[in-house]
Structures are given as C-alpha cells and as structure tokens.
C-alpha cells in the first residue's frame, strides 16, 4: 500500500470509521479515546481501521508529548525572563534595552510556536482525515513508516 493510491476494496464503512479515527485530532488530550476505541473494537474485522486508529493515536501522542515539553520550556522561559531582566533593570540606562526585550518577549515567542505547531499538526490529522474519507491510503510523515514496520514484524514474530 502506497501512499496516495485509492484503495477500492475498502467500504464506506470502513472509510468513514477510520476518518472518525483521524479527524479527533481537534480534541487534543480528550479526542485521544476515540481511536484508541475505534482500534480497539475493530482491530479484528478490518486491518484497514485497525493502522489507521493505531496511527492517530501514535499521532495524537506524540502531539500530547510535544505539548508537555513545549510547556515546560514555556515555563522555564518565563521563569528565566524574571531572572534574565533582574540584573538589566538594576544597572538602569539604555544599554540594557535590547536584552531586557529579549528576555521579556522569548516566553511570547515559544507561545507563539507552540500555537502555530499545534494548528499545523491538528490540520495535518484532518487532510489524514480527509484522504481516508475518500479512499485514499494515508501515512503520517514518520510514523506510518514506522508503525507499518513495527507492526509486520510483530506479525513474523507471531507466526513462527
């Protein structure tokens, strides 16, 4: 299965359960549970279902996992601004300016990345969404590979 081919043994069905699978990536944190139900309650009447429900909870993972350590570097940020302008505030003048800016707007700035990641990674799920709503087989950049790979050799493991 490559990516980007149509798959037409696939019912609508099918299609739409793994769409569902995809699409609660709107919901990050609580969308979670609906592919992790959708997996499990249709990992043995369809394969197709089964990857796709895997790879966005895989998906929506790592999207949880990347929002922790973007807050915690948010919080060190914003701990470090009082730290980093302390000195700059007591020596006064206008030397000080351009670092005192720096450090009072660095936490605005990973802010501003965590938000901007967040969208693109929540209309990275929907265009997943989409393509398996329409037939289309769908592979997130990195963790479809991977998942495809791991899941294959469990399977050799399983039949010797």
């Not at 490559?2 to 609580?30: F, Y």
């Not at 914003?78 to 009072?104: K, L, N, R």
């Not at 660095?106 to 965590?114: E, G, Q």
Request: hydrophobic share 55%; aromatic share 16%.
């Amino acid at each position: 299965m490559g990516e980007n081919h149509v798959l037409p043994t696939i019912n609508q069905n099918d299609r739409i359960m793994a769409a569902l699978a995809h699409v609660t990536v709107i919901l990050p944190m609580m969308g979670l549970i609906a592919p992790i139900v959708i997996w499990a309650t249709q990992k043995d009447k369809s394969e197709f279902i089964a990857f796709q429900a895997l790879q966005a909870v895989v998906y929506q993972l790592t999207l949880i996992l990347i929002w922790f350590l973007g807050m915690a570097c948010y919080m060190c940020s914003f701990f470090g601004m009082f730290i980093f302008t302390i000195p700059f505030s007591s020596a006064g003048g206008s030397d000080a300016f351009p670092f005192e800016a720096f450090g009072v707007f660095f936490p605005f700035l990973i802010m501003a990345i965590l938000m901007v990641g967040g969208l693109i990674y929540v209309v990275y799920g929907l265009i997943g969404a989409f393509m398996v709503l329409s037939g289309r087989d769908f592979r997130y950049i990195l963790i479809g590979r991977w998942l495809e790979r791991y899941l294959s050799a469990n399977q050799e493991q399983i039949s010797q």
